[in-house]
T-cell receptor, first 114, second 111 residues
Framework: DVKVTQSSRYLVKRTGEKVFLECVQD?????MFWYRQDPGLGLRLIYF???????EKGDIPEGYSVSREKKERFSLILESASTNQTSMYLCASSQMGRATYEQYFGPGTRLTVT | KQEVTQIPAALSVPEGENLVLNCSFT??????LQWFRQDPGKGLTSLLL?????REQTSGRLNASLDKSSGRSTLYIAASQPGDSATYLCAVAGGYNKLIFGAGTRLAVHP
């Protein structure tokens, strides 16, 4: 079974803190994604990566950065957390290729910024 | 810009009913369409993936169809059970398998 794990289920941080959300997948997938999910707005793509050290902005990258030093690990960084970044953060991975593949999601991290 | 719409937003049915969830998208240039299930406070579980060249996929009591030309997909759930209660999300894939999601249909199946 594909497994995508996220470092924390729940996280509470203060405004201005630097926050790291970690995601690890065990299926040697090339693609990895970070989404956030908010009531009324659904899931939106923040950043994705299609290879080690490669990253691309998604639809809402402002206030975030990412790091992918190893194939299995994709980190989302909030440089200076703000209250409007309180959300559910979901990581996903998939194989890459012309015939596209299922995305597998982690359990999510519910982040509260106070 | 691709937009994905799901109707209805919420549905409550008695156990045993067959039901249909609808998904529509504005740009037919998709690589695939994926249906997910999400339980409260949890991540997403993939249910079915339909490649752009396919018309339908089946898994157990679930059947998903895709009509790319009209920008529509349906998820059919046969003989619904209380354990089917969850939010169902439809997503279409563009380049690099980036997904654009609908807002979801919240399903409640009562005994």
């Amino acid at each position: 079974d594909v497994k995508v794990t996220q470092s924390s289920r729940y996280l509470v941080k203060r405004t201005g803190e630097k926050v790291f959300l970690e995601c690890v997948q065990d299926m040697d997938h090339e693609n990895m994604f970070w989404y956030r999910q908010d009531p009324g707005l659904g899931l939106r793509l923040i950043y994705f990566s299609y290879d080690v050290k490669m990253k691309e902005k998604g639809d809402i990258p402002e206030g975030y950065s990412v790091s992918r030093e190893k194939k299995e690990r994709f980190s989302l960084i909030l440089e200076s957390a703000s209250t409007n970044q309180t959300s559910m953060y979901l990581c996903a991975s998939s194989q890459m290729g012309r015939a596209t593949y299922e995305q597998y999601f982690g359990p999510g991290t519910r982040l509260t910024v106070t | 810009k691709q937009e994905v719409t799901q109707i209805p937003a919420a549905l409550s049915v008695p156990e045993g009913e067959n039901l249909v969830l609808n998904c529509s998208f504005t740009d037919s240039a998709i690589y695939n369409l994926q249906w997910f299930r999400q339980d409260p406070g949890k991540g997403l579980t993939s249910l079915l993936l339909i490649q752009s060249s396919q018309r339908e996929q089946t898994s157990g009591r679930l059947n998903a169809s895709l009509d790319k030309s009209s920008g529509r997909s349906t998820l059919y759930i046969a003989a619904s059970q209380p354990g089917d209660s969850a939010t169902y999300l439809c997503a279409v894939a563009g380049g690099y398998n980036k997904l654009i999601f609908g807002a979801g249909t919240r399903l409640a199946v009562h005994p």
